[in-house]
Structure formats: C-alpha cells, structure tokens
C-alpha cells in the first residue's frame, strides 16, 4: 500500500470528483483513476461508486477514509522528526553537572534550550567530576559540567566560568562580624573541604593557593558534597571553604563571607568526547553561546 495511494484515495473522497481530485494531486485523471484502481485491488474492496455522472463512497470507503487519514497524518509525522533529526532539532542528550551551575548556567541553558529547541530532551545529572569523566568515556554522558583543571586523555574541556570562594560560618561564630576574611584568620579553626576524589585539580590548587596565603590551616573533615558540608557547618562542627555559586543557597544558621585568595578563583569547565551526533552538535552550539567565556 503505498502513500500516495492513500493521498489518492483521501484527495478524492473530500472532492468526489476526479478531475478536481486530480488537479490538486497534479496528476492527470488517468493516472488518479489507475491508483483508485490498484488501492481497490490491494484491499479487495470497492471504495467508491463511480459512474458518468458522480462519485461516492461506498460503506467501506467511508470506514476506511480516517484510518487513511491517520496513516497519512503518521507518514507526515514520521517525515517531520527524520528530517528534524537531521537537523540536530529533535533527540536526547545527558549532561553531567556540579553545584556552581545550578544557581544561574544551569537554569539560562535549560530555558534556552527549551524556547529554541523543544524537541531535544535534556537529561541531567548531578554527578563528581571522576564520574562524569568515566561517563564520557563510556558513552553515557554526553557533556559534562566539572571542576577544571581536569587533565584526562581523550576528554576535551573548555573553561566557562571562575568564581571566588567564600567561608560558611555558623551565624553566632566570632568571624561572623567581619565583611570579609583572610586564610590567616581561620588558623586553628576545624576546616570542611571537597574531597580530592570527587575533583583532585581543585582540591590541589584550593590548598596550594591557601599555603601561598601562609595560614597554617586544620582540616577537620573531607567531604563529598557542599550540601553536606553546610549542614555540618549549621550543626557548629566546623567551617566550610567552597566556591561561591555552591553557597548560594545556605541552611539555617550559616552565613557565607568571602575569602581573599588572591587571583585564585574555582574554575568550571564543559567536558566532552565528540560531536557524532547533529543533536550533540546543535546543543555545543547552544552551549558555546551561553556558557564560553571570551
């Protein structure tokens, strides 16, 4: 059964009439009458009745014509996501993330994404730099939003944002009072910081840049979240050292003041192996616009 049989077919149900059917079909009667004829056959029905003078639809034909609609409708449909996806307009992509992207880059590419491109289907997903790296690698992922530096052999990245850091306080600490800190004022004072394994380029350069400042420093505890961290901050078990963007939303009893670490800043990068996709391609693209720093 082909497709243009059934436009045949519906074309001149609507009209009745074969040579206007024909006119809109841009074919000659003939040709209209032949393709009547082999669908008829192919079915074994009669779908019109057919004289000199008129043309209507037998019973069949009438059961018939929405189902050929339908198919028609399908085939258009069908037509429009092939093509769509040829465009990098329609599929899915698995992006990584960390918690510096959620208060602004994350929501900015969500909303953009879904006002240009309705079609692609974001799927995201909160996870450690190592993991997003092994993700990539693995074709699960196919960007990712980590901690840069991230030296990691057949994984690209690009810098999109640098951000200060801050120290989350308990709100009745004695530093609570100052506007702004130094490392050297929280010697002694039990520090919670990230893991070196969930990002070992920002572990490393958070601690070479705080010994460059000449504070001796306590770590008190390493950990695996920045949500953590702050709820044992709240709790009065220490304080927190994190990038900005991760501190924006504080629990109770905590309060955030920046740290001076000089022209040190967290760094952010977008991660990925290839574009073997027109999907992948169109959000790079996307990405590059929203995210890329000059």
């Known amino acids: 059964m082909e497709i243009k049989h059934l436009r045949a077919f519906v074309t001149l149900a609507q009209e009745l009439h074969f040579g206007r059917a024909a006119q809109r079909l841009s074919i000659v009667q003939p040709a209209l009458s032949m393709q009547i004829k082999l669908l008829e056959e192919e079915l074994g029905v009669r779908l019109f009745e057919r004289n000199r003078h008129s043309v209507a639809l037998t019973q069949v034909g009438a059961i018939f014509l929405p189902e050929a609609r339908a198919t028609l409708h399908q085939a258009a449909h069908a037509a429009d996501v092939a093509r769509a996806s040829g465009r990098g307009e329609i599929g899915r992509v698995r992006l990584g993330f960390i918690s510096s992207v959620l208060p602004q880059l994350l929501p900015d590419l969500i909303r953009t994404l879904h006002e240009r491109f309705p079609r692609i289907e974001l799927e995201l997903k909160d996870m450690p730099g190592p993991d997003q790296a092994t993700a990539l ?18 994984i690209q990245t690009r810098e999109v944002l640098q951000e200060s850091f801050i120290v989350a306080l308990p709100g009745d600490h004695p530093l609570a009072s100052r506007s702004g800190l130094h490392p050297t004022d929280l010697a002694q004072l039990p520090l919670l910081i990230l893991a070196r394994r969930y990002a070992p380029g920002f572990y490393d350069g958070l601690l070479q840049a705080l010994e460059r400042q000449g504070a001796p420093l306590q770590i008190a505890s390493e950990l695996g979240e920045f949500t953590t961290m702050l709820a044992l901050v709240s709790a009065g078990l220490g304080v927190g050292l994190l990038p900005a963007n991760a501190g924006r939303a504080l629990p109770a009893n905590v309060i955030a003041r920046p740290l001076d670490l000089g022209s040190y800043r967290a760094t952010t990068g977008l991660a990925w192996v290839d574009l073997d996709s027109a999907v992948k391609t169109t959000v790079f693209g996307l990405l590059q616009e929203l995210l890329f720093t000059a």
């Open 137 to 154: 690698k693995n074709a699960q992922l196919d960007f990712g939003l980590m901690r840069l530096p991230a030296i990691i052999p057949g």
